[in-house]
């Protein structure tokens, strides 16, 4: 899901509904110390380096598995596969037996710990579950899956992967679950489904670095951002000190470090970041000095900090509305302040509407604008520079989708 949408058609439309797109700043796994929406939409974590995870067969050919895709098909009915080997070859799963959906609603997707895909679909208020083999890539539903939810439009985890959060973008309602890291079933948190006052839209949702908060974007930057504390012990919320907190922003991505959350408005013309201080005891939202950030871009429609919180990329359109060369940032992990990486915006690259990172930051699936295609492009871990050497994959839709390596 987008972070940001533009005015014209939300008055258009006079709903909230298609605001943001995505889940919280990174993604959640064992390996990171607190996580994000790099490896498949979650939020949050310090990344302890290192491109890939395996040996294992590279069920697609051309060598070992170094990350695995997931994404809808055209119909959202069924979820399929693709794996990037070590040796560079991005090819689609095979054998691969793909898990045929029972509705064709599907707006997020989430990986955690590296062994378990959820994916909500909003039709049928339901969460499909799935483990991953981590050698032939194949998915495997949880028992008892599908699980009910009180919303399936957004979702997101804690960095430990403990905690499943989905939220309902039209009753504003946040569903809890605890996960089980051995089945990966779900078990409903006490008190769940959990709500606030004027909270309407929970349209994205990101979780701090710490695992301690959650943050409910509403897609309108006239909206203001709702916060809850997360206990520790069944995951249940409960209102932070000071929310609803009004931000100009469509909702927030956090970093892995927990000290910092970025958002933007979604309105045409608003050529900015903005950067927010996480108060580390409540979880209050402050801007930082000389926030917001400019862009070149007219208008930013979503944003990813890469796993190791020291990059922010931007996606958007530019005056004609047409997409624009995606952008590279460097966040200052004192201040928060932003500033241009070397080479951004990347006109060299392809055209993409939105990257997520494996859990090592070392490679970006990207969904390309102009087709219906994958892109990859490797990462420089300590420069934020990217580089497109990976064949893109051609694909039937590529608009739900998470990796993991």
Known sequence: MKLGIRLLWLMLAAVAMLGWSGCGGGCPTTSLSSSGSGGGGSTGGTSTGGTVCGPGTNPGGGGNVGSLLYYLDSGNSRILGAGLS???AFTALTPFTAPTLPSGAGNDMAIVNKKFLYLPQNDSLTI???????TTGALTTVVGSPFPTAGADSITSDPAGRFLFVGNDTTGQISVFQINATTGALVA???SPFSAFNLDFVHVLAVDGTGNFLYAGQGLSALPVYAFSIDQNNGALSPAVGSPFGLGVAGVRTDFTGKFAVGLSGIFGDNRLYVFAIDSTTGALSAVNNSPFATTMAEPE????????????AFGVDNNSATAAMEGFSIDPSSGALTGLAGSPFTSLPLVGDCKWDQGGGE???ADAA????SVLDTNTST???THTVQDLTVSDNTVFAPTD
């Open 86 to 88: 070590t040796t560079g």
């Open 128 to 134: 499909q579950a799935f483990t991953i083999d981590r």
């Open 189 to 191: 948190a006490p008190g």
């Open 302 to 313: 979503n944003l990813r900090i890469h796993p190791s919180s020291q990059f922010v990329y």
């Open 364 to 366: 970006a699936f990207c």
């Open 371 to 374: 087709s219906s295609a994958f």
């Open 384 to 386: 934020g520079a990217l």
